[in-house]
């Protein structure tokens, strides 16, 4: 074979080599598939450096022992330490799980409420996902797989998902009562839950009503002018019925004055806001539940924004004679937010007492509009442990003299107003029973118009929770997701975002490779 042959010859085959060991790279990247195609292209890449060598024996042998080969074996040894502290550095991430989320509103990452409730489950929680090969619920799977990564990777082995063609195994989807694709049905233990639409919100609810299976009612009393528990209007207790029915409570009304029996299935009854005092038939039936072990949540506003004008309260006197917890007659006035907030009549509370109900609270504060104090008498012979749970700053105080509220010159008394720190709710709990009764000076805090502001929503919620006896359930409330919009930039931010990566960027890279290349072409 002739040189120039022989020099063809060679370039050929390590041309060869070096695109089919490319094209194989490329191959399994994309596919990760060891197959017929991927094994030719190797073949073709020893075949191709087997020519190569076989052409030109000592070029090999003076790449290994010249100078060129000491140099190669240097670098050579430099990469294979460098892959080597890689692969050490892959193993101790890879034993060592750690995630960063560096979203704005950390979309990535589920909320402390989630992750508390995946922490807190007795039982592994299995989730079967049915999705067809439709290509139109693509993106739709690829979604709920990422959702549904986050929940395994934050309950650390108690939380375990698979996905179900329910064409090729219909008997599971039969089974799991699916009817249309993209269902997700939670199991834990012989519990079962399917979720109506995939969201956090909805997949943590789920998990809260599979730790909560009994069947607790809570009964919101009517018939005295208290708001309604539906509707979407900002003077309603809808976002409170939601909350409590995601953890698998069955919400309903209850008018005394014309069914005056308490329902034995009643785990609590709720008085949120009459605006008439309650009839003293009906006091009597609550009196004969809390003996029998019921639970009591009372949120009554100060008569001066009521209608009770002077009308005895007997409700307010029964919680101070058989219990020992006293609404005062007063509207608390708060300095901090007459200053912060320009309304003066806005308690705010903040830091709580320890109790059950507080005792994930600490560091948030709750709003209470129109509020009136709640005390304990300490001195009455009653059968119930009280506790304070919520106080204002030291300096509020709570006003007595009602004129001066409603035309705006009240000021501090020290002969007669209560001074802060001012308490506006009180739990207690029957020493001979298990009944529970919590009571607030203000209902204004539970309406949907001020549920969601910092821990109004938590408060009531717990509450409840505590009064139903299911301690486990309190501040396990799955929260709302936060809709995020996207804002378009302006036409300038557009412009300049334009100019930065199609001319700066690559400006500057051009510029700094003309002059690397003058300063070398000077020095040599």
């Known amino acids: 074979m002739t040189p120039e042959r022989r020099l063809f010859a060679r370039r050929a085959s390590i041309s060869i080599s070096i695109i089919a060991l490319a094209i194989g790279i ?3 990247i994309v596919l990760h598939q060891w197959d017929l195609f991927l094994q030719i292209c190797m073949g073709l890449f020893v075949i191709g450096l087997a020519i190569y060598v076989a052409l030109d024996p000592g070029v090999v042998r003076k790449a290994l022992i010249g100078r060129q080969g000491r140099y190669g074996s240097n670098a050579l040894l430099l990469i294979i330490a460098f892959v080597g502290i890689l692969a050490v550095i892959n193993y101790l991430v890879y034993k060592n799980t750690k995630r960063w989320d560096l979203t704005a509103d950390q979309s990535n990452t589920l909320s402390k409420e989630t992750s508390n409730i995946v922490k807190s489950l007795p039982d592994t929680v299995i989730a079967k996902a049915f999705y067809t090969t439709d290509a139109t619920m693509a993106s739709s799977k690829e979604n709920t797989k990422s959702l549904l990564d986050q929940y395994v990777y934050e309950g650390e082995g108690k939380f375990q998902y698979e996905f179900i063609d329910p064409n090729k195994d219909p008997v599971s989807a039969q ?14 233990g012989t519990g079962k ?20 299976p009994g069947n607790h009612v809570v009964y919101f009393l009517t018939g005295h002018g208290e708001d309604p528990i539906s509707g979407g209007s900002d003077q309603s207790y ?10 698998n409570y069955t919400v309903s009304t209850l008018n005394l004055l014309t069914t005056p029996q308490i329902p034995a299935d009643a785990s609590v009854l709720v008085i949120a806001g009459p605006d008439k005092p309650i009839d003293d038939s009906e006091v009597s039936l609550i009196d004969a539940y809390l003996k029998n072990g019921g639970s009591l949540v009372v949120m009554e506003e100060p008569p001066v924004v009521t209608q009770f004008g002077d009308a005895v309260d007997p409700l307010a006197n029964y919680l101070s004679q058989n219990i020992g917890i006293i609404l005062g007659n007063n509207m608390v006035v708060d300095v901090q937010a007459a200053q912060s907030l320009q309304q003066p009549f806005i308690a705010i509370a903040n830091p709580y007492t320890q109790h059950a109900i507080t005792q994930n609270m600490n560091g948030m504060a709750s709003f209470y509009p129109t509020a009136r104090s709640v005390t304990t008498d300490e001195n009455s012979a009653t059968d119930y442990n009280k506790t304070v749970l919520i106080t204002t700053a030291d300096q509020s105080w709570a006003e007595t003299d009602m004129a001066s509220v409603q035309d705006g010159s009240m000021a501090p008394d020290q002969a007669v107003d209560l001074f802060g720190p001012v308490p506006l709710g009180v739990a207690a709990e029957g020493k001979n029973n298990d009944s529970r009764v919590v009571v607030f000076g203000d209902s204004e805090f539970a309406l949907n118009a001020n549920y969601g502001v910092y821990g109004n929503g938590d408060m009531i919620v717990n509450s409840i929770d505590w009064a139903a006896k299911e301690d486990n359930l309190i501040n396990l409330t799955p929260k709302a997701t936060v809709d995020r919009y996207l804002v378009q930039p302006t036409p300038y931010m557009l412009g300049m975002i334009l100019l930065g990566s199609l001319v700066i960027l690559p400006g500057v890279v051009i510029v700094a490779g003309i002059a690397t290349w003058l300063m070398r072409r000077r020095q040599g």
């Open 238 to 247: 809808s976002q409170l019925k939601s909350a409590l029915e995601s953890k």
């Open 175 to 188: 089974e799991a009562g699916i009817t249309r694709d993209g269902s997700i049905v939670l199991y834990m």
């Open 193 to 212: 839950q399917p979720l109506p639409s995939i969201s956090e919100q909805e997949l943590t609810g789920a998990m809260v009503r599979l730790m909560n």
């Open 26 to 28: 490329g191959y399994y």
